[in-house]
């Protein structure tokens, strides 16, 4: 099942950048950028990885990410994921990344994102692998400076390929970023969120017909409502989930638990991701070999899985074709 999994290509779809700020590359770029961490070593960082919910993983995610500085610092996170990415036969993926994480700390959004974006155009140059951008909006954060950031991509238009939401779920629905979802999408970014993390199923519900998502980040709590299920299969809307994720913010006890069989079973379109491998345990691949062994789930459903990654991702129907076609190949 292993070798299975690792030969699978596939697409992910659910990964913030930030989040895959290493310990080890952490701590080299705050170095050459005089950074004072509040950790002595790559090993007690580590120990400060054990989460109780998803502010206190947020709490950790934000200040690590406070030692990105320079274009280079951004392109050499983001080099070290597209490395990952070769590695696991991913080969289309969509970055979120959260532009106010570092515009609040004085970091131009030109910065970020000519680093984020260098390094996709390099690996795609390096290894056919495709990127799109998904910038997201602090949900902690007011809808008015959600508008700045808009404002501020305007001139990346075509770097960027959709809008999301995240960041501390519970106490911010989506209908506090109706506006700014609107403008976005008429600036022609696509709409995305994350909705029923650690909220519920009546977030769910405000990010499909409040924001008009085109898919769930997500999307465990739909689950509790068996009319929102239905809605979600009906206009065809994919579930990114991130098994490795929910159990290391406590969203579930234990993998054995996971709903990921319930939503499949249900008829749900749901993706394997990581979200934020340097926090939670596992590359994509990890999470497709350990939900795999928690669910006892056939390769067929594997394959389904990595089928979905690319019918659900924001591809054209021409590129979505050739990477299907990949899978087949791979299949045969
Ligand atoms: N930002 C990074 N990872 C996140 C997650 N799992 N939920 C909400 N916001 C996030
Ligand atoms: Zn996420």
């Not at 080890?24 to 580590?46: C, G, H, M, P, T």
């Not at 280079?72 to 070769?86: I, R």
């Not at 996709?120 to 508008?147: C, N, P, V």
């Not at 409502?225 to 006890?253: F, G, W, Y």
């Amino acid at each position: 099942m292993k070798q299975f999994i690792e030969g699978l290509p596939k697409a992910e779809l659910h990964l913030h950048i930030e989040g895959t700020f290493e310990p080890e590359l952490l701590f080299k770029i705050a170095k050459r950028n005089n950074i004072k961490l509040k950790y002595d070593s790559v090993e007690e960082l580590k120990k400060a990885y054990k989460f109780n919910c998803l502010q206190d993983f947020l709490d950790i995610y934000y200040q690590g990410a406070g030692a990105l500085i320079h274009e280079q610092d951004f392109y050499d996170l983001t080099w070290a994921y597209m490395e990952q990415c070769a590695k696991q036969n991913v080969t289309h993926t969509e970055i979120m990344f959260d532009p106010q994480t570092h515009t609040e700390r004085g970091i131009s959004f030109d910065t970020v994102i000519n680093g984020i974006y260098k390094a996709t155009q390099d690996a795609e140059k390096k290894w056919g692998i495709s990127s799109f951008l998904i910038m997201s909006y602090l949900r902690h954060l007011s809808e008015e400076e959600a508008f700045k950031t808009l404002e501020q991509s305007k001139s990346h238009k075509a770097k960027i390929k959709a809008v999301g939401l995240d960041s501390s779920e519970k106490g911010n629905p989506p209908s506090k970023f109706k506006n700014v979802f609107e403008a976005s999408v008429k600036e022609g970014y696509i709409p995305v969120a994350h909705a029923g993390e650690e909220g519920d199923a009546d977030y769910v519900w405000e990010a499909i017909d409040i924001l008009g998502i085109k898919r769930i980040d997500h999307g465990n709590n739909s689950l509790q409502d068996e009319r929102l299920i239905a809605e979600i299969i009906k206009r065809d809307l994919a579930l990114t989930v991130c098994p490795l994720s929910n159990t290391a913010l406590q969203v579930i006890k234990d993998l054995k638990d996971h709903p990921l069989k319930k939503m499949i079973d249900l008829g749900l379109k749901t993706t394997i991701n990581s979200d934020d491998p340097a926090y939670f345990g596992g590359q994509v691949n990890q999470n497709y070999i350990e939900i795999q062994k928690a669910l006892s789930l056939t390769k067929e459903e594997l394959y389904e899985l990595a089928k979905n990654s690319f019918q659900y991702s924001l591809l054209g129907e021409s590129k979505k074709a050739e990477k299907l076609k990949e899978l087949e190949d791979f299949l045969n």
